[in-house]
């Protein structure tokens, strides 16, 4: 049974990181790219960012870029998200999510996701 | 970039069909493949539909997804609406930089 479990969300001051972490399990994880989505209270969903099998691509939306970092580890199947200079506007829940297949970004499953606050 | 438009809101009677489209901004709806999530409150979304068409196991018959190349849209559809459909439900694609576009969500209500 595929198993996505994502932690490291907490209170954080502007300005301040976190290390956001997905541990996986129930699939090859290495066949598979993976991505970090984020929800906004009260609002839709929103990619954040996304790496491919082997760690030699990463994509990131324009309001992380530069601020946020996506890592992977095959052989413990775990992704990360390392979040820097932490704006109020990131606060959300963050949800770790597995890409069914190469050349269709499609999420086929979810972590429970991991609460982040980012206030002073 | 593109972006999705989805209704903020539709309701529909329990056993009817309810219908909630998302409308692409600017290329071909066609030319990317559509997904579909349930969220309810507190919980991860979970996909419905995938590939603008396709259900994933263990999702009923009820749900269906297409397609409109002359509206451009998208379009889900429940039918035989049961009261646990009540959810909200995200459309979502992607560009042809791996990058996942959602739309902004529409909350069913089965009245």
């Known amino acids: 049974e595929v198993h996505l479990e994502d932690s490291g969300g907490g209170l954080v001051k502007p300005g301040g990181s976190l290390r956001l972490s997905c541990e996986t399990s129930?699939?090859?994880?290495?066949?598979?790219?993976m991505a970090w989505v984020r929800q906004i209270p009260g609002k839709g969903l929103e990619w954040v960012s996304t790496?491919?099998?082997?760690?030699?691509?990463?994509y990131y939306a324009d309001s992380v870029k530069g601020r946020f970092s996506i890592s992977r580890d095959n052989p413990k199947g775990s992704v990360f998200l390392q979040m820097n200079s932490l704006r109020a506007e990131d606060t959300g829940v963050y949800y770790c999510?597995?890409?069914?297949?190469?050349?269709?970004?499609?999420?086929?499953?979810w972590g429970p996701g991991t609460p982040v606050t980012v206030s002073s | 970039n593109f972006i999705l438009t989805q209704p903020l809101s539709v309701s529909g009677s329990p056993g009817k069909t309810v219908t909630i489209s998302c409308t692409r901004s600017?290329?071909?709806?066609?030319?990317?493949?559509v997904q579909w999530y349930q969220q309810r409150p507190g919980n991860a979304p979970t996909p419905v539909i995938y590939e603008d068409n396709k259900r994933p196991s263990g999702v009923p018959d009820r749900f269906s997804g297409s397609i409109d190349s002359s509206s451009n849209s998208a379009s889900l559809i429940i039918s035989g609406l049961k009261t646990d459909d009540e959810a909200d439900y995200y459309c979502?694609?992607?560009?042809?930089?791996?990058?996942?576009?959602f739309g902004g969500g529409t909350k069913l209500t089965v009245l």
């Open positions: 600017s290329g071909n709806i066609a030319d990317d493949y």
């Open positions: 979502q694609s992607y560009d042809r930089t791996n990058r996942g576009i």
């Open positions: 999510a597995r890409i069914n297949r190469f050349g269709v970004v499609y999420f086929d499953y």
């Open positions: 129930g699939f090859m994880f290495v066949t598979h790219y």
């Open positions: 790496i491919s099998t082997s760690s030699s691509y990463e």
